[in-house]
C-alpha cells in the first residue's frame, strides 16, 4: 500500500521576531495587483527599523490571467530588506496533482484551471475539442509548466506561527490541536471554522474564503478580497502588538 503523502512543513517564529509582518492571501494568476502591493509594502516599511516579513497565504494560480507571472515572482528573492514566507493553498496543490497525475484533468477544470493553462500557452479547449487524450494533454502540459513552479509548489510550508498568531490558508478545526491539524483541513475548511474561530489560545489569520472587504469573525481575521473578481489585494499588517490593513 502506498504511504501517505508527507505532511508539508509547519514553521515557528517568536512574537518579537520581525519589526513588521505584511500578510495577502488568494492573489489567483493578478501579477499586477501582486507587484503592486509589493511596492507598497516597500513603501510602508521604509522607515520601520528591524527584520520584517511578508507572509502569502496561498492560491497564486486559477482565475486571473497570469499565473505562470506570479509563480515566477514568487519563486523569486523577496525585496531587500525581506524575508518571504509563501505557504500552500488548495488551488496550488491541486495545480501539482494534475501536474503529477494528469488523468484527473476534466475533474480539474471543472474546478478552475483553464486561466491557469492558458497563461503558460495552452490552448485547453482546442485540445479537448481535438479530442487530444489523456496523454497528449499530459504531454503538453508538462512542456509547457516549468517542472521548477511545480517543485517550488510542492515545497511550500503549510502553517506559520508567530508568538499567538496563525497564518493558513483556509483556517483549523476548531478545538484541535495545532500539531494535529490535518493539510486538508489548512487548506480547505470553512464550516465550523468561520462560525465557531480557531477554540484555541491564537488568533488566526487566513484567506480562502472570499468577501468583497476583510472579514472578522471569533479570533479570525479573513483577508481574501477576491482580487480576481473585484481588483482589491488586501495587505494585513502586524507592527508589535499593532494589527491593521495597508
Known amino acids: 500500500m502506498a504511504a501517505n503523502r508527507k505532511q508539508r512543513a509547519r514553521l515557528s ?4 521576531d520581525f519589526a513588521a509582518v505584511y500578510a495577502m492571501s488568494d492573489v489567483h494568476g493578478c501579477y499586477d495587483e501582486l507587484v503592486e502591493v509589493h511596492r507598497r509594502i516597500e513603501e510602508d516599511a521604509a522607515r520601520i527599523q528591524g527584520p520584517k516579513l511578508i507572509v502569502m497565504l496561498g492560491d497564486y494560480v486559477d482565475r486571473g490571467p497570469d499565473s505562470s507571472a506570479v509563480l515566477e515572482f514568487l519563486s523569486k528573492n523577496p525585496p531587500p530588506g525581506f524575508q518571504r514566507l509563501v505557504l500552500c493553498g488548495n488551488h496550488d496543490a491541486e495545480l501539482v496533482k494534475l501536474y503529477r ?4 484533468i476534466l475533474e480539474w477544470l471543472g474546478f478552475a484551471g483553464t486561466e491557469t ?12 475539442q481535438s479530442a487530444a487524450g489523456n496523454e497528449t494533454i499530459a504531454r503538453v502540459i508538462r512542456n509547457m509548466i516549468p517542472e521548477r513552479h511545480i517543485q ?5 510550508p503549510i502553517m506559520l506561527r508567530i508568538g499567538r498568531v496563525v497564518f493558513v490558508h ?3 478545526r476548531p478545538g484541535i490541536d495545532l500539531k494535529k491539524q490535518k493539510d486538508s ?4 475548511i470553512r464550516q465550523p471554522f468561520l462560525d465557531e474561530g480557531p477554540q484555541l489560545p491564537v488568533l488566526v489569520i487566513h484567506g480562502h474564503t472570499p468577501g468583497r472587504a476583510p ?4 479570533q479570525r481575521i479573513g483577508i481574501d478580497t477576491a482580487v480576481s473578481a473585484t481588483g482589491r489585494l488586501t495587505v494585513l499588517t502586524i507592527k508589535g502588538t ?3 490593513l495597508l
Open 185 to 188: 483541513d489548512l487548506m480547505w
Open 242 to 244: 499593532r494589527v491593521g
Open 170 to 172: 483556509a483556517g483549523v
Open 101 to 104: 497525475k494528469p488523468a484527473g
Open 152 to 156: 517550488f509548489l510542492e515545497s511550500l
Open 215 to 218: 472579514t472578522f469573525g471569533p
Open 117 to 128: 493553462l492558458h497563461s503558460y500557452g495552452i490552448d485547453i479547449e482546442h485540445l479537448l
Open 13 to 16: 517564529f517568536a512574537e518579537g
